[in-house]
T-cell receptor, first 117, second 117 residues
Framework: AQSVAQPEDQVNVAEGNPLTVKCTYS??????LFWYVQYPNRGLQFLLK??????LVKGSYGFEAEFNKSQTSFHLKKPSALVSDSALYFC???????????????FGTGTRLKVLA | EAQVTQNPRYLITVTGKKLTVTCSQN?????MSWYRQDPGLGLRQIYY???????DKGDVPEGYKVSRKEKRNFPLILESPSPNQTSLYFC????????????????FGSGTQLSVL
């Protein structure tokens, strides 16, 4: 079964410290991986994606993510956290084409990031 | 401005009273989908549509209906709402991708908080 796991419900980090939000996946074929962020009372916003190419992907607001095929992981990182980064983060994968030729996105359960001043 | 518009933002209703949540996008996207967000469960896909008149069930379709008569609109219909459908609902859209597209990302609406009493 195709799935995405975010093992941490919440991550706390001090402002200025590096942050990591973890994501592992299970898909058949080549993975298409995404990170989205949700600020309070808002919809989700796209942060970055891995489709092909370099394993280190750079995205919005200084975030980056590292694709590791052997560990089936796609962890979100930032070298120096800001209080304004506090939000709910979702990892997602595009599941492969079904027999009907369609595809869908599978989201993780989300990780709440709290950056402490 | 490119956007996905959902209405209403908040809705309180009673068990069994049919309701429709509207979703419209102005980006000429082929792909549209509905998700519900519940604490601890993340985002779960209800239905998705690859194009006009093409819809398919997601992971939690029971109790919901959709239609895609026009490319820009993708309404979510609850024929007989029940309390277990109390949730935060999101509509999303994207360009249709058939391979490794660098343009791939979902655009989300602001959400509809539904309470069924």
């Amino acid at each position: 079964a195709q799935s995405v796991a975010q093992p941490e419900d919440q991550v706390n980090v001090a402002e200025g410290n590096p942050l990591t939000v973890k994501c592992t996946y299970s898909v058949s074929g080549n993975p298409y991986l995404f990170w989205y962020v949700q600020y309070p009372n808002r919809g989700l916003q796209f942060l970055l994606k891995y489709i092909t190419g370099d394993n280190l992907v750079k995205g919005s607001y200084g975030f980056e993510a590292e694709f590791n095929k052997s560990q089936t992981s796609f962890h979100l990182k930032k070298p120096s956290a800001l209080v304004s980064d506090s939000a709910l983060y979702f990892c997602a994968v595009r599941a492969g084409f079904t027999t009907s030729g369609t595809y869908k996105y599978i989201f993780g359960t989300g990780t709440r990031l709290k950056v402490l001043a | 401005e490119a956007q996905v518009t959902q209405n209403p933002r908040y809705l309180i209703t009673v068990t069994g009273k049919k309701l429709t949540v509207t979703c419209s996008q102005n980006m000429n996207h082929e792909y549209m989908s509905w998700y519900r967000q519940d604490p601890g469960l993340g985002l779960r896909q209800i239905y998705y549509s690859m194009n006009v008149e093409v819809t398919d069930k997601g992971d939690v379709p029971e109790g919901y209906k959709v239609s895609r008569k026009e490319k820009r609109n993708f309404p979510l219909i609850l024929e007989s709402p029940s309390p277990n459908q109390t949730s935060l609902y999101f509509c999303a859209s994207s360009l249709l991708t058939t391979g490794r597209s660098t343009n791939e990302k979902l655009f989300f609406g602001s959400g509809t908080q539904l309470s069924v009493l």
